[in-house]
């Protein structure tokens, strides 16, 4: 089962999609050759069964060199994720007492399961637990980011990449660039 970004699944996600509203997450999909207009939902593209496909099925997210080269989704995955999920989730994916280790629910969560979390978050209540996922799928500095992050916490979890900062890294590409500013609504 190949690794689908988020923009192939619209299908499965359209629930989700609809929480997202006015920007267009999308479309910044890492097939940046995607426009917009080419983004809506098409069923019959995107199997049902692909929901339910274990993650370690899933063609790796994130590319690694054998010198150590971190692909730009990797590098800046580890830049959003500790930006940002870090507070809760701990430094590197590593989990904090307020929020589970992310390299381990990536051992057996599917990017859709990852990805419905991200956009509509989750909460488990009983006695001995009161924490809440918020539900980030309004935020474009999540959103936009979001394949980059899961390939990053993928790489830990698979052991690809260790704790901190990847020390060398691959250029932002401009067909990323132009994604970007699509999705975030800035200038390109
Ligand atoms: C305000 C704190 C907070 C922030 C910020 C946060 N999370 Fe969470 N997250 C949680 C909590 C708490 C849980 C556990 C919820 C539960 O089990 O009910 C959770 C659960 C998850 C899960 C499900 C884990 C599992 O094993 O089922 C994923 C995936 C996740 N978060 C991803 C992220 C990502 C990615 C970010 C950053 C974009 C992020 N979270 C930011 C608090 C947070």
Not at 95 to 116: E, M, V
Not at 153 to 182: H, T, W
Request: contains cysteine; proline residues 8%; negative net charge.
């Amino acid at each position: 089962m190949p690794f689908r970004p988020f923009l192939l699944c619209a299908a499965v996600m359209a629930g989700s999609l609809i929480a997202i509203g006015g920007f267009t997450a999308a479309a910044f999909a890492q097939d940046s050759s995607a426009t917009p207009a080419a983004q809506p939902a098409a069923p019959a593209a995107a199997p049902a069964p692909a929901a339910t496909a274990p993650a370690a099925e899933e063609e790796k997210p994130y590319k690694i060199a054998a010198d150590g080269t971190v692909d730009w989704a990797v590098y800046n995955g580890f830049r959003r994720y500790n930006g940002i999920c870090y507070v809760c989730h701990g430094p590197d994916g590593e989990g904090s007492s307020f929020a589970p280790a992310l390299i381990d629910s990536l051992k057996t969560l599917s990017f859709d399961q990852f990805l419905d979390t991200v956009v509509n978050g989750k909460e488990t209540v009983n006695t001995a637990n009161d924490k809440k996922m918020p539900s980030l799928g309004a935020d474009p500095n999540v959103m936009c980011y979001i394949n980059d992050i899961y390939a990053y916490l993928k790489a830990r979890s698979d052991g690809a990449v260790g704790r901190g900062r990847p020390a060398k890294f691959e250029k932002k590409s401009a067909d990323y660039a132009a994604a970007e500013n699509a999705c975030m609504g800035t200038p390109g």
